[in-house]
C-alpha cells in the first residue's frame, strides 16, 4: 500500500470502478461503495481520502461531508453547471482544498502539457473540438437510461467538459461570450451539441465545440498563432508546429489510462503530504475556481438554435 493508505471511492460506474482499479494497482486499500450502498458513516472508517464518482448534482453533499471530517477529496468533473452551486461548493471544500483535486485528468496529457508550456503572446485565435457518437460509447448502455440524458446535470457541455477547461489552462481570464446548442426532441434541455465562443483579456479569442453525434470520434485543438500556427490531434496523438513552407510534428506514446493514473499519484501525495509529480497544470481543487465558473457560465449561456434528428432509443 501507499503509505499504508485507505482510500474511499463512492460510485461503481464506469469511472469509479476504473479510479478503484488505479488505485489498487498503485498499492492503495480501497474501499469501494456504490452510491445506492452509500451512508455517511462509511466517511468514518479510518480512511485517509475520498473518490467522488458519482452524478454531478449530489457533488456538494459529498464534499461538505469529507471537509466536515478533515478528509481530501478527487471530485469527478464537472463540478457543478451551477454559479451559486460553484461557490457554495468551494465555501464547503475550504478547510481540504488545497489537498483535494478535481478530475480533469487531460491535464496530464502530454500534448497538452506541451501546449501550456509555449509562449502564447503571438496567438490570436484558437479552436478546440471534440466529437463522439454517443451510442457507441460502451456496451450494454442507453442514453436515455443515463445521467447524461438529465436536463440538469446532463447533456454534452458538461460531460465533454475537459475541453471547456483545457483552454481555460492555456488562456488565463477566458470569458463566455456566446453559446449556441443543438438539442433533440426527445431530450428537452439537453444539449446534443454546443459551441462556445469565448475570449480572453486583449485576447485571444476562441471557439470550443462539443457533440454526441460525430460518427468519427475527434478531439482536436488548433491555435493561430503571428508567425505560426499549433496543431494538436489528441486521439493520435501528435503536435504539430506549422510556419510559412515548414512543419514540425511530434508524436506521443502512452495510454489514456496513464493520464488518469498521473492525476492519482498526485491525488495521494497531496493526501499523504508528499511530494507531487510538479504538473504545473496539476488541478488541485482551489486552483479550479476559474474553470469551474467557466464551465457554469457556459451551460448558463447555451441557447438552443434547434434539434437534430438522431435516434437515440
Not at 166 to 178: E, I, K, N, S, W
Not at 253 to 262: A, C, H, K, P, S
Not at 290 to 311: L, P
Request: overall charge negative.
Amino acid at each position: 500500500m501507499v503509505g499504508g493508505l485507505r482510500i474511499a471511492v463512492i460510485g461503481a460506474g464506469s469511472i469509479g470502478t476504473r479510479h478503484a482499479g488505479n488505485l489498487r494497482t498503485l498499492g492503495v486499500d480501497v474501499l469501494h461503495i456504490p452510491w445506492r450502498d452509500f451512508r455517511p458513516e462509511a466517511l468514518n472508517a479510518g480512511l485517509d481520502g475520498v473518490v467522488i464518482a458519482t452524478a454531478t448534482p449530489i457533488r456538494r453533499a459529498l464534499i461538505a461531508l469529507c471537509a466536515e471530517r478533515g478528509l481530501p477529496f478527487y471530485a469527478e468533473k464537472p463540478l457543478t453547471w451551477s454559479p451559486d452551486e460553484a461557490r457554495a461548493i468551494a465555501a464547503a471544500a475550504a478547510p481540504v482544498a488545497e489537498r483535494s483535486m478535481v478530475g480533469f485528468m487531460m491535464r496530464y496529457h502530454p500534448a497538452l502539457r506541451d501546449l501550456a508550456a509555449r509562449d502564447p503572446s503571438d496567438i490570436y485565435g484558437f479552436s478546440m473540438e471534440i466529437g463522439h457518437d454517443v451510442r457507441q460509447w460502451r456496451a450494454n448502455w442507453r442514453f436515455a437510461d443515463s445521467y447524461a440524458s438529465q436536463a440538469e446535470g446532463g447533456g454534452v457541455l458538461l460531460d465533454l467538459s475537459h475541453e471547456l477547461d483545457m483552454a481555460c489552462a492555456l488562456f488565463p481570464g477566458l470569458a463566455v461570450t456566446r453559446c449556441d446548442a443543438l438539442g433533440h426532441d426527445g431530450f428537452p434541455g439537453v444539449d446534443m451539441a454546443s459551441f462556445v465562443q469565448a475570449a480572453a483579456p486583449g485576447g485571444p479569442v476562441g471557439r470550443i465545440a462539443m457533440d454526441y453525434l460525430s460518427p468519427v470520434s475527434m478531439r482536436r485543438t488548433l491555435l493561430r498563432g503571428l508567425d505560426h500556427h499549433v496543431e494538436v490531434d489528441f486521439l493520435t496523438p501528435a503536435l504539430t508546429v506549422v510556419t510559412p513552407g515548414a512543419a514540425e510534428t511530434t508524436t506521443y506514446t502512452f495510454e489514456r489510462n496513464d493520464m488518469f493514473l498521473g492525476a492519482m499519484r498526485d491525488f495521494l501525495a497531496l493526501v499523504a503530504g508528499t511530494q507531487t509529480s510538479g504538473n504545473p497544470l496539476m488541478p488541485r481543487f482551489d486552483r479550479m475556481s476559474d474553470s469551474t465558473a467557466f464551465i457554469a457560465a457556459a451551460w448558463a449561456a447555451r441557447r438552443f438554435v434547434g434539434t437534430v434528428d438522431f435516434d437515440l432509443v
